[in-house]
């Protein structure tokens, strides 16, 4: 079981201002931002303009670009999870931001001359760029902070994470419908993000690295077996990683059935898109920052049943929500909040994003907390690629169930129960959490 801690007054807020995680939160912010102004940007691009690129038409593009980017997970975490455990991160950090500007002046030239196929080859190597930074990004919190502020530092980065996500969503599609007659615009600004980040990397301060003998193995399949044997060793942490996974698993679920939802059950356009988008993103910002209270600084298993309860029964009433729903004229975002009846959606769309913020932070300060130092930027690798495989499944899955006619808001419902599946065979694997729950109900 965790070990009991004094309860402190620290405020999460107050690492924002500190060298040791104040720049590293605005890098891995900028990066992911930048991440999806770009991906985001590209799909929009090519719809508005009705590019066809290798035959693909602007649907399938959409599918081939989310593929493109979760691929290098799977491809190149186990090499990377290597080189973080090896070296000194904040070289690797600032590397990895090089990396990244070389990409976007690369982009930036691709876009100004209208080479659009080769834009897909750089979404690729973006992916391989964010798989480099993923070991290095939770790696560094546990070395730089405290054991009583992982868990706030944590719910920095998780809701910093998903605001960045939607924000780089609304502002890609910005920068391409302000840029109608050229692609200045979305070009520069990803050049700018790549320099902002590069230059708050500077800042980071140095960290020790936690295995420097370690000889790499650049065998790719091996490595990954390897590395998910390491998280296998401690029960717990391989449970832990499953829940992360899970949440990136629910996370995907809801955000790739939005758009579909808006336009099909709501009658709404792609403005009300955003608009729900970034209701869930604030949610789950809401119930990250949440955890340092509910937890009182401590890494808290406890609370994850409460997000998981949270999480099946606002998703149970998104269907009810939308059971009762007989929309029949198109849906702007000012007519969808003139009736009172929609904001119970936008209740539940942030609800569903609170309380998984809730359920996944305590994972990553627990793995921070119990796995061997000298090989957390392999475990964190390894986690890396299993929420890859979850995400892809949550497509996969939700392509197949759809396909067989059942309805986006059944979907939603099938999913909930899943939900409550999933926590009744982690209790089963492990008591933890419910010990530390009803530890929690006590006090």
Same mark, same amino acid.
């Given at each position: 079981?965790?070990?009991?801690?004094?309860?402190?007054?620290?405020?999460?807020?107050?690492?924002?201002? &500190? @060298?040791?995680?104040?720049?590293?939160?605005?890098?891995?912010?900028?990066?992911?931002?930048?991440?999806?102004?770009?991906?985001? %940007?590209?799909?929009?691009?090519?719809?508005?303009?009705?590019?066809?690129?290798?035959?693909?038409?602007?649907? &399938?593009?959409?599918?081939?670009? *989310?593929?493109?980017?979760?691929?290098?997970?799977?491809?190149?975490?186990?090499?990377?999870?290597?080189?973080?455990? @090896?070296? $000194?991160?904040?070289?690797?950090?600032?590397?990895?931001?090089?990396?990244?500007?070389? /990409?976007?002046?690369?982009?930036?030239?691709?876009? #100004?001359?209208?080479?659009?196929?080769?834009?897909? +080859?750089? /979404?690729?190597?973006?992916?391989?760029?964010?798989?480099?930074?993923?070991?290095?990004?939770?790696?560094?919190?546990?070395?730089?902070? @405290?054991?009583?502020?992982?868990?706030?530092?944590?719910?920095?980065?998780?809701?910093?994470?998903?605001?960045?996500?939607?924000? *780089?969503?609304?502002?890609? %599609?910005?920068?391409?419908?302000? *840029? &109608? $007659?050229?692609?200045?615009?979305?070009?520069?600004?990803?050049?700018?993000?790549?320099?902002?980040?590069?230059?708050?990397?500077?800042?980071?301060?140095?960290?020790?690295?936690?295995?420097?003998?370690?000889?790499?193995? =650049?065998?790719?399949?091996?490595?990954?077996?390897?590395?998910?044997?390491?998280?296998?060793?401690?029960?717990?942490?391989?449970?832990?990683?499953?829940?992360?996974? =899970?949440? =990136?698993?629910?996370?995907?679920?809801?955000?790739?059935?939005?758009?579909?939802?808006?336009?099909?059950?709501?009658?709404?356009?792609?403005?009300?898109?955003? +608009? /729900? #988008?970034?209701?869930?993103?604030?949610?789950?910002?809401? *119930?990250? #920052?949440?955890?340092?209270? /509910?937890?009182?600084?401590?890494?808290?298993?406890?609370?994850?049943?409460? %997000?998981?309860?949270?999480?099946?029964?606002?998703?149970?009433?998104?269907?009810?929500?939308?059971?009762?729903? !007989?929309?029949?004229?198109?849906?702007?975002?000012?007519?969808?909040?003139?009736?009172?009846?929609? =904001?119970?959606?936008?209740?539940?769309?942030?609800?569903?994003?609170?309380?998984?913020?809730?359920?996944?932070?305590?994972?990553?300060?627990?793995?921070?907390? &119990?796995?061997?130092?000298?090989?957390?930027?392999?475990?964190?690798?390894?986690?890396?690629?299993?929420?890859?495989?979850?995400?892809?499944?949550?497509?996969?899955?939700?392509?197949?169930?759809?396909?067989?006619?059942?309805?986006?808001?059944?979907?939603?419902?099938?999913?909930?129960?899943? !939900?409550?599946?999933?926590?009744?065979?982690?209790?089963? !694997?492990?008591?933890?959490?419910?010990?530390?729950?009803?530890?929690?109900?006590?006090?």
């Amino acid at each position: 079981m965790l070990k009991s801690r004094k309860t402190s007054n620290f405020n999460q807020f107050k690492l924002l201002t &500190q @060298k040791r995680f104040g720049p590293f939160f605005c890098t891995q912010f900028l990066g992911a931002f930048n991440d999806n102004i770009f991906r985001n %940007g590209l799909i929009i691009l090519l719809t508005f303009k009705g590019i066809e690129v290798f035959g693909l038409n602007a649907s &399938q593009i959409a599918n081939v670009a *989310g593929a493109l980017f979760i691929l290098p997970y799977f491809l190149f975490s186990a090499i990377a999870g290597q080189i973080a455990d @090896k070296y $000194e991160k904040s070289i690797l950090i600032k590397s990895t931001k090089l990396l990244e500007i070389i /990409l976007m002046i690369t982009a930036a030239f691709v876009l #100004l001359t209208e080479n659009y196929s080769f834009l897909l +080859f750089i /979404l690729f190597l973006m992916g391989f760029q964010s798989s480099l930074f993923g070991p290095v990004k939770y790696a560094y919190i546990p070395q730089k902070l @405290k054991l009583n502020e992982l868990i706030g530092g944590n719910a920095l980065v998780e809701s910093g994470t998903y605001i960045a996500i939607i924000l *780089g969503l609304v502002v890609g %599609g910005l920068a391409v419908s302000i *840029g &109608q $007659e050229n692609d200045y615009p979305l070009a520069s600004l990803l050049l700018l993000m790549a320099i902002l980040g590069y230059f708050f990397s500077c800042k980071i301060p140095n960290t020790e690295p936690t295995d420097p003998t370690l000889k790499i193995n =650049w065998n790719i399949f091996s490595e990954i077996k390897k590395i998910i044997g390491f998280s296998k060793e401690k029960d717990r942490i391989f449970l832990y990683i499953i829940g992360i996974s =899970w949440f =990136w698993f629910y996370g995907s679920v809801i955000t790739l059935q939005i758009p579909a939802y808006t336009i099909n059950i709501l009658m709404g356009d792609e403005s009300l898109t955003t +608009f /729900l #988008l970034a209701t869930f993103a604030i949610g789950i910002g809401i *119930g990250s #920052l949440a955890c340092e209270r /509910l937890s009182k600084n401590q890494i808290e298993l406890g609370i994850t049943p409460i %997000g998981a309860i949270g999480l099946s029964l606002f998703t149970l009433d998104l269907y009810f929500f939308s059971s009762n729903l !007989n929309i029949v004229t198109p849906m702007s975002i000012k007519l969808f909040l003139s009736h009172l009846s929609n =904001w119970r959606l936008i209740l539940d769309l942030i609800m569903i994003g609170t309380f998984g913020g809730i359920f996944s932070v305590p994972f990553y300060a627990a793995i921070q907390e &119990q796995a061997e130092k000298k090989f957390l930027s392999r475990i964190i690798a390894a986690n890396n690629i299993i929420n890859a495989i979850f995400m892809v499944s949550a497509s996969l899955l939700a392509i197949s169930i759809l396909s067989l006619g059942v309805s986006i808001p059944e979907f939603f419902a099938l999913i909930s129960v899943l !939900n409550i599946f999933l926590m009744i065979t982690m209790h089963f !694997n492990s008591k933890i959490f419910l010990e530390r729950f009803l530890c929690i109900l006590k006090n």
